[in-house]
């Protein structure tokens, strides 16, 4: 599986971005897709993720604040995120998984969202 993902930028903080992740080759219909991040010195985290039933978990940090999305047709997941602040500055992953083994997953290439004024 191939997730290309795109979106990131330099956005101030209050401000909104849109992080969408296309996938293409040996997906499963029923994939778990999310989106994870890693900021400096830090170990990568969960943001979000999205069963193919539209299923969601949120990280604590989101604070209602992201909201996660996919078309299954298409096999894209997006992540919009609302209310940036300086701390969501990290480089954002698109992750797929099989839902029936959490042990076969696959990582895009991230993007960069720089919240900063």
């Known amino acids: 599986v191939q997730l290309q993902a795109s979106g990131g930028g330099l956005v101030q903080p209050g401000g909104s971005l849109r992080l969408s992740c296309a996938a293409s080759g040996d997906i499963f219909s029923n994939d778990v897709m999310g989106w994870y991040r890693q900021s400096s010195g830090k170990q990568r985290e969960r943001v979000a993720t999205?069963?193919?039933?539209?299923?969601?978990t949120y990280a604590n940090f989101v604070n209602d604040r992201f909201t996660i999305s996919r078309n299954n047709a298409k096999n894209t997941v997006s992540l919009q995120m609302e209310s940036l602040q300086p701390e969501d500055t990290a480089v954002y992953y698109c992750?797929?998984?099989?839902?029936?083994?959490?042990?076969?997953?696959?990582w895009g290439q991230g993007t960069l969202v720089t919240v900063s004024s």
């Open positions: 999205i069963t193919s039933g539209g299923t969601t």
């Open positions: 992750h797929s998984r099989r839902f029936a083994d959490a042990t076969v997953r696959f």
